[in-house]
């Protein structure tokens, strides 16, 4: 039965343009530079749960359509690194004419507040590739934790890391989950030693924390605020019920209705723009004890939806007409303590009537056969593989045929099985240890995926085996997930610096979008069915979902 959890309206207008007058104008400005470009300013009615983001232009000065901010008050706030907002903090706009804000910054005392994952690494000394080990602290809380304690080496080894590795994938300070059993991963975190020497990313971290004083050893700089083509865009976010919320992966269907899973909690839950309600669609475990949530969320061409469904174990099939779950747990015989299944691909199961799914902490695959509700045994493509490990098997896509194309996201392959024969033949990624995480094929069979490590996207075409990427340019930026649109950009989320990256695919134009705050995105989608394709993500840290509209 579904969970009805009530919104304030909002009437966020025809996101196809932006034809109504201003409802509000206004000017950035500070004392120490002027006018400013590139400052984030967010108004947020009193009472509602959805907020507009528009950035200044080079004169400083910003609008927003009366479509987007309907009669009321408004809460202002703003994001512009070494500023905090000086007034005014609320504005009423009334409904005849055009409210004014002459927008004041002052500078902060403390930066640590505003930097994100990526400027904390940028700014820190030490190498790349250390660097890059710390990217998994930033998937479940930001690196400001960990930067502004005062742990030891020996600390970081022998109490935190361990205590972080007992926690599960789905844990983060909100919402904390404990694993029953160790991940067959968590003993390269919890190593307290390596040939005798402190592990290295405790050490690493110990040097650039507050342990050896009471400020850091190294200027903390931001990036630049946004510029040009970075400041054209409107963000429209929507709160979700509950802080606990972790909206994972996020999809708009044919009808505009947004779809989320919840990867800490048993619920798939849907979001209707035009109203900003939330209706949810809680189910029980399914394997009562073990984690709670779902990950990875696909749409059939049937029009169901399903969704690996991680600790609680197999995959589920869900009816959005009559709001009812179809479950298929694995078998015993498929069981461990660890068993997770992250990603399924049912895009193209009626082929030959198998969807695809992966045990992510065992680095192996297997497929269901839909009608019957069979499994077959787990598939460990691996095991002739001629390259050193570690290897996996992490985001999961396929082609019009039904072959799996699966990322390596431990090691810089591509894998693609083949789905007649079982045949698994592998690509390299020519950026070295690039991690590639999650991407999405295309309607020519090409699969674009994300490189976490690489700072890149790329393309396989499997017609001819060639990789093409394109850089992202913060190496920082962590690239979790891709996806091509239908006018040939490439967007992505970085995990680590709050920006939403486009991509000309032809001319490699690249335009970012800095979100209002720390979002931490995972799944990217973005809506072809309006005049100008929208992004849509959700803010898996803030519990909100959020909608990004190219100006230009």
């Known amino acids: 039965m579904a969970l009805f959890l009530g919104a304030a309206i909002f009437l966020a207008g025809a996101s196809d343009g932006f034809a109504a007058g201003p409802a509000l104008t206004g000017r950035v400005t500070s004392d120490?530079?002027?006018?400013?470009?590139?400052?984030?300013?967010?108004?947020?009615?009193?009472?509602?749960?959805?907020?507009t983001t528009v950035v200044s232009d080079g004169n400083g000065q910003f609008s927003f359509l009366a479509d987007r901010l309907p009669p009321g008050r408004y809460a202002i706030a703003i994001r512009a690194f070494g500023y905090n907002l000086d007034g005014p903090k609320a504005v009423d706009i009334s409904a005849s004419g055009t409210a004014t804000a002459m927008v004041r910054?002052?500078?902060?005392?403390?930066?640590?507040?505003?930097m994100t994952n990526a400027e904390w690494l940028a700014s820190a000394p030490g190498d790349l590739a250390i660097k890059k080990r710390a990217f998994g602290c930033g998937q479940c809380h930001t690196l400001a934790r960990p930067l502004m304690s005062t742990y030891t080496a020996e600390d970081f080894a022998t109490k935190i890391m361990p205590r972080m590795a007992s926690y599960a994938s789905q844990a983060y300070p909100q919402l904390i989950q404990t694993r029953l059993a160790p991940s067959n991963r968590a003993g390269r975190a919890q190593n307290q030693t390596q040939n005798g020497r402190p592990n290295p990313l405790a050490a690493y971290l110990a040097s650039i924390n507050?342990?050896?004083?009471?400020?850091h050893s190294y200027e903390l700089k931001g990036f630049a605020r946004p510029k040009g083509a970075d400041t054209k865009v409107v963000i429209t976010e929507y709160d979700l019920p509950r802080k606990t919320m972790q909206p994972h992966d996020v999809i708009v269907d044919?009808?505009?209705?947004?779809?989320?899973?919840?990867?800490?909690?048993?619920?798939l839950s849907k979001l209707d723009p035009k109203t900003a309600k939330v209706t949810e669609y809680p189910y029980q475990p399914t394997r009562p004890g073990y984690a709670n949530g779902n990950l990875n969320l696909e749409q059939d061409r049937e029009g169901k939806i399903w969704v690996g469904m991680m600790?609680?174990?197999?995959?589920?099939?869900?009816d959005p007409k009559d709001g009812k779950f179809e479950f298929h747990p694995l078998p015993a015989s498929m069981l461990n303590e660890s068993t997770q299944q992250a990603m399924v691909a049912p895009l193209h199961w009626e082929v030959d009537g198998k969807v695809?799914?992966?045990?992510?902490?065992?680095?192996t695959l297997s497929r269901m056969d839909v009608r019957s509700g069979t499994f077959e045994p787990w598939w460990n493509v691996f095991t002739a593989f001629p390259k050193n490990g570690p290897h996996g098997a992490y985001g999961l896509a396929t082609d019009s045929q039904n072959n799996l194309f699966f990322l390596d996201f431990p090691n810089d392959y591509i894998g693609r099985v083949d789905a007649k024969t079982g045949a698994a033949t592998f690509f390299q990624v020519p950026t070295p240890d690039a991690h590639p995480r999650r991407g999405r094929m295309d309607d020519q069979d090409r699969l674009w995926f994300a490189e976490w490590y690489g700072g890149k996207?790329?393309?396989?075409?499997?017609?001819?085996?060639?990789?093409k990427e394109w850089p992202v340019p913060d190496i920082y930026a962590a690239p979790y997930d891709v996806v091509l649109d239908k006018n040939g950009q490439i967007w992505t989320g970085n995990d680590n610096d709050d920006r939403i990256t486009r991509i000309d695919s032809n001319t490699g134009r690249t335009i970012q979008y800095l979100m209002p705050h720390e979002v931490n995105v995972r799944r990217v989608f973005v809506d072809n069915s309006t005049a100008k394709p929208t992004f849509w993500a959700g803010s898996n840290h803030t519990a909100s979902i959020f909608k990004v509209e190219p100006v230009e």
Do not use: Y
Request: glycine fraction near 12%; charge should be negative; hydrophobic fraction near 35%.
């Open 105 to 114: 910054l002052a500078p902060t005392k403390d930066v640590t507040a505003q």
């Open 356 to 363: 695809w799914f992966n045990d992510a902490d065992n680095s």
């Open 311 to 318: 600790n609680q174990t197999g995959v589920a099939r869900f």
């Open 457 to 467: 996207v790329g393309m396989l075409d499997p017609k001819n085996g060639e990789i």
């Open 254 to 267: 044919a009808a505009g209705t947004v779809w989320f899973s919840d990867f800490g909690e048993n619920s």
């Open 32 to 51: 120490k530079e002027g006018a400013m470009e590139g400052v984030l300013v967010s108004a947020k009615r009193e009472g509602s749960t959805v907020t």
């Open 210 to 215: 507050l342990s050896n004083g009471k400020t």
